[in-house]
């Protein structure tokens, strides 16, 4: 039944390629990278206006609003994942390739996920210092973030993955991921708080870490079997 | 030798039924050419003997030797030049040099073009690119959507010529094309008028 495999290029190889392909085709096309900083800095500066310039009131909450921008984001680029290997018929030859099809999907998340996600877990800093988050929550929230992300776009890919043969498919996505976002969202917003108050953030970190790790082993194949799906109707 | 059979197989799409009692076995050294008129299934057929398609799929398909299938979305992406395209392709079965894959491209007359973003190319070029993969895979079994689509004259028999040269070395190529035949004394035709679901 099944045709004779013999993988000509080594899993890391053809997981490598994957990557490289598609980190390619998001850097040539900046706009995406650029998008979801240039919403996070919009959002940051509009905060402050409608909250008033109070700097105590912004920095009490400037872990809470940090973290939902990144939320949204998130799944604001999460949801054309695979849109355009699915529209230009990579995700068939990457579904009929000897490789494991989760392997090769997680190839692209990778590369997803260095140019948005840890992007923007990088230039976090910046963007809490303009709400006056206090400094002791700075390295917290950028590690937290990193984390986080890691955690939003393996969920995004696994809702992308499900959703991407659906035309319109943005609002379901957003009724299927935000559910599984909101542990991440508590999990963060309680490490940077704890930051901010002197205390130790390391019990919330952890409990991000222990979900990002049994995301990063689960979501693949949930991704894998997702793509399959989709390409089948 | 066999390289794929299909027996009894039969295609829905949606709630319809296209194609019934499908039978077929492609032995290496053939050439087929999928007839019907549009819509008939011939996209669905392929995709279903390639294994991309299962709903809707009954009957047994095997495939005892590795695949080659071409679509008609080209798996290129526009912002990386043809050479990064082949390298990384989606499939992963291409393991030549770079050097192996700018042969290839000058076959396929994109001398030149190795390094140019695929967007800024012709839509006949860059089903010139996805083509060059022929001369890449190693596998013996090719399924070819419309091959010959946005091709000019001498694509097309360039194109021929390929096909002509993997049948002769054991490999067999199964392709639908709406052109009138073209390896006459070689190709074997299957038309899907006398499959269609009633």
Known sequence: MSPVDRPSLSLLTAFGRQFRRHGQALMASLADVANPLLFFFMVVTLFPLGLGPDPLQLAAMAPGILWVVALLASLMVSARMFASDFEDGSLEQMALASHPLSVLALGEVAAHWLATGCLLALVSPLFAMMLGLPSQGLGVLMLSLLLGTLCLTLIGAVGSALTVSIRRGGLLLSLLIIPLNVPVLIFGTAAVTEAVMGRDPSTWLTLMGALAAAMLALAPLAVGAALRISLDS | ?198
């Open chain 2, 1 to 198: 030798m066999v390289l794929l059979s299909a027996e009894e197989v039969s295609i829905e799409r949606g709630e319809r039924r296209l194609l019934q009692d499908v039978d077929l076995s492609v032995a290496s050294g053939q050439i087929w050419q999928v007839l019907g008129a549009n819509g008939v299934g011939k996209s669905s057929l392929l995709r279903a003997l390639a294994g991309l398609a299962r709903f809707g799929v009954e009957g047994s398909i095997s495939r005892f030797e590795r695949l080659l299938y071409l679509a008609h979305a080209p798996a290129i992406k526009r912002a990386l030049s043809p050479l990064d395209n082949l390298r990384c392709h989606p499939a992963c079965d291409i393991t030549s040099t770079p050097a192996q894959i700018s042969q290839a491209l000058e076959a396929v007359q994109l001398g030149g073009f190795e390094h140019q973003p695929v967007g800024s190319l012709s839509a006949g070029q860059q089903r010139r690119v996805a083509l060059a993969r022929l001369l890449l895979s190693d596998a013996p079994l090719w399924l070819l959507d419309e091959p010959f689509t946005a091709l000019d004259g001498a694509g097309c028999d360039w194109l021929e010529g390929c096909i002509r040269g993997h049948v002769s070395s054991g490999g067999a190529v199964m392709f639908t094309s709406h052109q009138p035949s073209r390896f006459s004394e070689l190709q074997q035709d299957l038309d899907l008028a006398h499959y269609v679901a009633r």
